[in-house]
C-alpha cells in the first residue's frame, strides 16, 4: 500500500496493489510529495515506512511550430508535423502525445490518437468534419 500527499498536504490517494510496485499517476509539475508505504501479507499489516520525499520536475513547453499539410494522395490526409520543445537537449528521449477533437466549435471532446517519439503523425480525415488538434511532450525517461 502507497500513501502519498502532495502540494500542501493534501492526499493525493492510497494506491493498493499485490506487486512490490506501484505507479503513483496524476502527479502535479514541480510539487514535492511525501510516498510512505506499508507492507501487509497473511499476517496483517507492517509498519508505516518513515516518509520518503519526492519533487516532480517542471513541466515541459509545448512543441513548437505546429504545421498541417493537407494531402489526398491515399484518401484525405492530414499531415501534422511539430518541433521538439525549446530547452530541451537532442539526446533527452521525448514521447508525443496527439489528440484531436472533430466536434467543430465549441467543442472540447479531444481523443488520443497518437503516442510515440516521433515528431509527425499522419492523420485520416473524413469529410465535412472540422478538426482540431493538440500536442505535448512527455519526458520518456
Known amino acids: 500500500e502507497v500513501q502519498a500527499e502532495g502540494g500542501g498536504g493534501e492526499a493525493h490517494g492510497v494506491i493498493k496493489t499485490e506487486e512490490a510496485r506501484a505507479e503513483v499517476c496524476g502527479l502535479r509539475a514541480c510539487t514535492s510529495y511525501r510516498l510512505r508505504v506499508q507492507a501487509r501479507n497473511k499476517s496483517g499489516h507492517g ?10 520536475e517542471a513541466a515541459l513547453a509545448p512543441p513548437t511550430r505546429l ?23 537532442p539526446t533527452a528521449q521525448l514521447a508525443y502525445h496527439m489528440e484531436v477533437d472533430e466536434g467543430g466549435e465549441g467543442s472540447a471532446d479531444f481523443a488520443e490518437v497518437y503516442v510515440g517519439p516521433s515528431p509527425q503523425f499522419a492523420l485520416p480525415l473524413r469529410p465535412g468534419k472540422n478538426y482540431k488538434f493538440r500536442v505535448r511532450a512527455v519526458s520518456a525517461a
Open 67 to 89: 504545421q498541417t499539410v493537407l494531402t489526398e494522395a491515399e484518401g484525405l490526409v492530414a499531415l501534422c508535423s511539430w518541433e521538439r520543445p525549446e530547452g530541451h537537449p
Open 47 to 56: 509498519d508505516k515506512s518513515a516518509p520518503a520525499v519526492l519533487r516532480t
